[in-house]
């Protein structure tokens, strides 16, 4: 999709020197896909404690894939 945004230049500059994009495309790209991950993220966070497992479950024993 191709847009004109005004983007604060100290910030676009800060951006590019800590995430290694080569491009404002780049970077933009980049820091969207970031801002979506720990969106989700933070979407799981608000689920804590709102799950009851059987009380048989073993967490432990699932990370293993056993």
């Known amino acids: 999709m191709r847009t004109n945004i005004v ?3 100290n910030l676009v500059e ?9 491009t404002r495309k780049e970077l ?3 820091a969207l ?6 969106r989700r993220r933070r979407n799981l966070l608000d689920l804590e404690g709102k799950i009851k497992f059987a009380d048989d479950y073993d967490y432990k024993k699932a990370r293993e894939g056993k």
Request: hydrophobic share 35%.
């Open 7 to 9: 983007l604060d230049e």
């Open 14 to 22: 800060e951006g590019l020197r800590l995430s290694g994009a080569k």
């Open 28 to 30: 933009v790209n980049q």
């Open 33 to 38: 896909r970031e801002l979506v991950e720990n």
